[in-house]
T-cell receptor, first 113, second 116 residues
């Protein structure tokens, strides 16, 4: 079992839909959870960052962490065509080397006008 | 605000040729990283440098060397390129200020390398 599993999609939704993107993980030591957004032919950029469990909201984006289920989610409300991108989850435990950030393989999202 | 700058953006090599990918950041970050991204494989860490003067291997270091030239610059060298090294390469940097915190990465735009 890989440490981080992420459905690669592609996921296609109509404009205005609520989008749910998910990652599961196996390492219970993970404490830091991030979502990166990557537009086509660009580098990833940080979208959301969460420490430990709970929810975090930023505009139309909500990140949720359920450590008991080893499951993280990113919700996008009122999705827009500009949200079309690949979304990568990333996570890390407390301590250890800085090279220990583990990425999911990314989910490609397309929001149709 | 340049952030992380990578050169070149595109490169085509023949098997056995060598080349160096350059990376520079202007955010005064301590740590720098090189990743490769392949379809179906996601982002994989090649090498990283926690601070000036140190480098460490990541998940896929074979066939690569790195140099942390100074705090701003971190280069990746392919000594004898192979077709398996065809990929998109990303440089990233982070500020590792707090003890054992998470490294939030700022990425460059990528360098697309094709080895024939």
């Amino acid at each position: 079992q890989k440490e981080v599993e992420q459905d690669p999609g592609p996921l296609s939704v109509p404009e205005g839909a609520i989008v749910s993107l998910n990652c599961t993980y196996s390492n219970s030591a993970f404490q830091y959870f991030m979502w990166y957004r990557q537009y086509s032919r660009k580098g990833p950029e940080l979208l959301m960052y969460t420490y430990s469990s709970g929810n975090k909201e930023d505009g139309r984006f909500t990140a949720q962490v359920d450590k008991s289920s080893k499951y993280i989610s990113l919700f996008i409300r009122d999705s827009q065509p500009s949200d079309s991108a690949t979304y990568l989850c990333a996570m890390k435990g407390y301590g250890g080397s800085q090279g220990n950030l583990i990425f999911g393989k990314g989910t490609k999202l397309s929001v149709k006008p | 605000n340049a952030g992380v700058t990578q050169t070149p953006k595109f490169q085509v090599l023949k098997t056995g040729q060598s080349m160096t990918l350059q990376c520079a950041q202007d955010m005064n970050h301590n740590s720098m990283y090189w990743y490769r991204q392949d379809p179906g494989m996601g982002l994989r860490l090649i090498y990283y440098s926690a601070s000036e003067g140190t480098t460490d291997k990541g998940e896929v270091p074979n066939g690569y060397n790195v140099s942390r030239l100074n705090k701003r610059e971190f280069s990746l060298r392919l000594e004898s390129a192979a077709p398996s090294q065809t990929s998109v390469y990303f440089c990233a940097s982070s500020e590792w200020g707090k003890s054992s915190g998470a490294n939030v990465l700022t990425f460059g735009a990528g360098s697309r390398l094709t080895v024939l």
